[in-house]
């Protein structure tokens, strides 16, 4: 004979005893929420025998979370009401206190400015590896959702800063920003290898790319593309590349030169890229003119801003920097965005990161310089406008 049929009534009485006995494990006072977690963070590891940390406890604060403690609370304000609103009970420490949301922050940044495992910013909160796991990427959820004003197109008005600012330290007119490409490494389990994700230098990559303007901010990114692609192919699937095509972006005013010669907004970008009526490129180094030298000069100087950028992105993050142990390609886009996010952060609250913060070499070292043989004749005549603005 079957058991007898359990009331709904009883069942829901039932769930609700054994929900109440599960909250009843992690006490929910305030006095149970683990707030002093930076005193204890800071005499744990500022001493720690070898290490480079200032003596200084605010920049020793910036040192470990790239940000400084004005920052780090803006950050903890635009995502409190996501990570508050999650049920807390797991995320515990070893005392059994609740990880207060300054903590929980504080642990994602960790492991995105060190690159270091799980296991290690476990260690130096005092919480284990799976808490790191599951606070890092509640974090990266709720950023990638409340900041997005940080990352966005300027409009017209913010523009026209933008290329003010760029003409009077570069000389180019009309100019709103540059452009650069960088490769995140990871590595695939077995059964997720392909050729497409494999780039030139032999490793798994899922590639980055990015649009600055005059304080190295991004205004633009793309990325979640595999790294197989060149950087040309990655513009050309980007929505930017459509929207720039149909005349949608990079349209504002069109500056007259002199001579009456006018030229469109533009950025610039490396040989990798495709010479384009919005999109200027330099001329290759084959027995130049002085004038020519010249442009490319001022043209070099601009773009680097783009190479900077990445620089101290994945100097800043370096969880970029590492190799990515088996991602999820589907929650890596996601890692990089907030990423950017962050940086961009740094720059509008003029938080300053320390000099030495930024990668020492190119942000895709051992990447050989990619060419594009496109050239768009509308993009040769953008050129030689702009060269013959600059010299005459």
């Avoid at 006095?31 to 800071?42: E, T």
């Avoid at 284990?128 to 990427?137: A, C, L, P, R």
């Avoid at 490769?183 to 780039?199: K, N």
């Avoid at 589907?330 to 720059?347: A, D, Q, T, W, Y």
Wanted: proline share 5%; glycine share 6%; with cysteine.
């Amino acid at each position: 004979m079957a058991p007898p049929k359990k009331s709904k009534k009883k069942k829901k009485e039932s769930r609700k005893l054994n929900k109440s006995k599960t909250m009843s494990v992690v006490p929910l006072e305030p006095k149970a929420i683990d707030s002093d977690w930076w005193d204890s963070f800071w005499v744990k590891n500022s001493s720690i025998s070898g290490s480079t940390v200032p003596t200084d406890e605010a920049e020793g604060f910036k040192y470990f979370f790239r940000v400084s403690k004005q920052t780090f609370e803006y950050i903890c304000s635009l995502v409190r009401e996501d990570l508050v609103s999650r049920p807390p009970s797991g995320l515990i420490n070893i005392e059994g206190r609740l990880l207060s949301v300054e903590k929980q922050v504080a642990i994602a940044l960790r492991r995105l400015a060190s690159g270091e495992s799980q296991v290690s910013v476990g260690a130096a909160f005092g919480v284990g590896q799976s808490t790191v796991s599951q606070v890092t990427w509640r974090f990266i959820e709720a950023l990638e959702e409340r900041a997005r004003h940080h990352l966005k197109w300027p409009d017209s008005s913010r523009m026209e800063e933008i290329k003010s600012k760029l003409e009077a330290s570069f000389g180019l007119p009309n100019c709103c920003g540059a452009i650069d490409a960088t490769h995140i490494i990871m590595t695939l389990p077995t059964v997720q290898t392909s050729d497409d994700w494999c780039d030139p230098e032999n490793n798994y990559s899922m590639l980055l790319q990015g649009i600055v303007d005059h304080e190295m901010r991004f205004l633009d990114i793309v990325t979640g593309w595999p790294g197989g692609m060149t950087v040309s192919r990655l513009l050309k699937c980007s929505g930017f590349f459509k929207l720039c095509d149909s005349e949608e972006r990079l349209n504002g005013n069109v500056r007259t030169l002199s001579g009456g010669m006018k030229i469109r907004e533009y950025i610039v970008g490396g040989l990798g890229y495709p010479l384009l009526s919005w999109l200027i490129t330099p001329y290759e180094n084959n027995g130049l003119s002085t004038s020519l030298s010249a442009f490319n000069a001022m043209h070099e100087a601009a773009r680097l801003l783009a190479v900077r950028a990445f620089s101290q992105l994945k100097g800043s993050w370096r969880i970029l920097n590492k190799v990515m142990w088996r991602p999820d390609k589907r929650k890596l886009p996601s890692i990089i965005l907030v990423c950017c996010l962050l940086h961009n952060i740094i720059i509008d609250t003029g938080d300053k990161l320390h000099p030495d913060v930024a990668l020492s070499g190119h942000h895709d070292s051992g990447y050989r310089e990619q060419s594009c043989k496109q050239v768009d004749p509308m993009g040769r005549t953008a050129r030689e406008n702009i060269a013959k603005a600059l010299t005459t």
